[in-house]
């Protein structure tokens, strides 16, 4: 554990940029994956994002099998600056537990979660991207600045006030009532279609269910109204580690609102876990006034493609003469 604690805290320190958050004309959702994306919401825009899924779990070296609903309810909020934004997570899950000697009703609030996110990169801040009109080779090479992610950082507190039948834990091993969380957040743009968002995440550091969590997660972009999404979820602690793999879709209703379907599977069966459902996500965006951003007058590397292409059109020139 010391180890994958020395990992996170190195991460942090690749973290040093300052930016600006953008608000998009279509709603911006985490769901229907688990990932948070690196933008928020904007400034004074309040988000509601939920869905309810039916689990299955069963456990082959314990003998039991659990199966039952979860509902899921987050709340994003843009407030004070435009890059800033605060998140209310909160999971609750009924289920009934069956095993050889055993069958019982379980349900609690199996996650909740308060904290803040603030974007502190945007490698597209004032920047546009102008065509070389001097070069038709230059406008078709790969844009290097796709490979750097927007990145923003989380910090947050768990609340657990009710004991949690869910965490894995022998019953003797009491869950602390507040323990705080930590994440990095990146978000990569590859043209106009994909999205690659990476989480690295130091949950409920100090206790005894502390945890390096990651998600991965790949979006596309089929059209203006349909996207679909594939994922990976790791947990590395010492009650659970695992892995989850989750795709699903996500349909644009409005610009204000998306209905959603995703299905996930984990790879162990200590125990094997699969879980489908459906999400909503709305916004009201009523009080949003769009953040002027004046832009540059161009990269060192755009002029310099600029006067390459010159020489080359100069040459092309002067062999015709």
Same mark, same amino acid.
């Given at each position: &554990?010391?180890?994958?604690?020395?990992?996170?805290?190195?991460?942090?320190?690749?973290?040093?940029?300052?930016?600006?958050?953008?608000?998009?004309?279509?709603?911006?959702?985490?769901?229907?994956?688990?990932?948070? &994306?690196?933008?928020?919401?904007?400034?004074?825009?309040?988000?509601?994002?939920?869905?309810?899924?039916?689990?299955?779990?069963?456990?082959?070296?314990?003998?039991?099998?659990?199966?039952?609903?979860?509902?899921?309810?987050?709340?994003?909020? +843009?407030?004070?600056?435009?890059?800033?934004?605060?998140?209310?997570?909160?999971?609750?899950?009924?289920?009934?537990?069956? *095993?050889?000697?055993?069958?019982?009703?379980?349900?609690?609030?199996?996650?909740?979660l308060f904290g803040a996110?603030?974007?502190?990169?945007?490698?597209?801040?004032?920047?546009?991207?102008?065509?070389?009109?001097?070069?038709?080779?230059?406008?078709?090479?790969?844009?290097?600045r796709q490979l750097l992610?927007?990145?923003?950082?989380?910090?947050?507190?768990?609340?657990?006030?009710?004991?949690?039948?869910?965490?894995?834990?022998?019953?003797?091993?009491?869950?602390?009532?507040?323990?705080?969380?930590?994440?990095?957040?990146?978000?990569?743009?590859?043209?106009?279609?994909?999205?690659?968002?990476?989480?690295?995440?130091?949950?409920?550091?100090?206790?005894?269910?502390?945890?390096?969590?990651?998600?991965?997660?790949?979006?596309?972009?089929?059209?203006?109204?349909?996207?679909?999404?594939?994922?990976?979820?790791?947990?590395? +602690?010492?009650?659970? *580690?695992?892995?989850?793999?989750?795709?699903?879709?996500?349909?644009l209703f409005n610009k204000?609102?998306?209905?959603?379907?995703?299905?996930?599977?984990?790879?162990?069966?200590?125990?094997?876990?699969?879980?489908?459902?459906?999400?909503? *996500?709305?916004?009201?965006?009523?009080?949003?006034?769009?953040?002027?951003?004046?832009?540059?007058?161009?990269?060192?590397?755009?002029?310099?493609?600029?006067?390459?292409?010159?020489?080359?059109?100069?040459?092309?020139?002067?062999?015709?003469?």
């Amino acid at each position: &554990m010391k180890s994958l604690q020395s990992l996170f805290v190195l991460s942090l320190f690749l973290v040093a940029h300052c930016a600006m958050a953008q608000f998009t004309d279509d709603i911006n959702s985490n769901r229907p994956g688990r990932s948070m &994306m690196a933008f928020s919401v904007g400034k004074s825009i309040f988000q509601a994002e939920s869905g309810i899924n039916y689990v299955s779990e069963d456990h082959k070296a314990l003998d039991y099998k659990a199966n039952g609903l979860m509902g899921e309810f987050d709340v994003r909020w +843009g407030l004070f600056f435009e890059q800033l934004e605060f998140i209310a997570e909160i999971q609750y899950q009924n289920d009934k537990y069956t *095993s050889a000697i055993l069958e019982k009703n379980r349900s609690a609030l199996k996650k909740t979660l308060f904290g803040a996110k603030y974007l502190v990169y945007d490698p597209f801040k004032n920047y546009e991207e102008k065509p070389n009109v001097y070069s038709w080779k230059a406008n078709q090479k790969f844009k290097w600045r796709q490979l750097l992610p927007a990145v923003a950082v989380y910090a947050g507190v768990n609340l657990n006030f009710t004991d949690n039948p869910f965490n894995y834990a022998p019953v003797t091993v009491e869950e602390s009532k507040i323990s705080p969380k930590a994440m990095v957040i990146a978000q990569n743009q590859f043209g106009s279609r994909w999205v690659l968002v990476t989480n690295v995440a130091y949950n409920k550091i100090g206790t005894d269910f502390a945890s390096i969590d990651y998600i991965l997660t790949l979006t596309r972009g089929f059209n203006k109204k349909w996207s679909g999404f594939i994922e990976n979820q790791g947990f590395m +602690g010492d009650y659970y *580690s695992d892995g989850i793999i989750r795709a699903g879709a996500a349909y644009l209703f409005n610009k204000d609102m998306q209905i959603d379907a995703s299905i996930g599977k984990n790879i162990k069966d200590t125990p094997s876990i699969i879980s489908g459902g459906i999400g909503f *996500s709305w916004r009201f965006a009523k009080n949003y006034q769009e953040v002027k951003i004046e832009k540059d007058n161009g990269s060192k590397m755009d002029k310099k493609m600029k006067k390459k292409g010159e020489k080359e059109a100069k040459k092309r020139k002067d062999a015709v003469e």
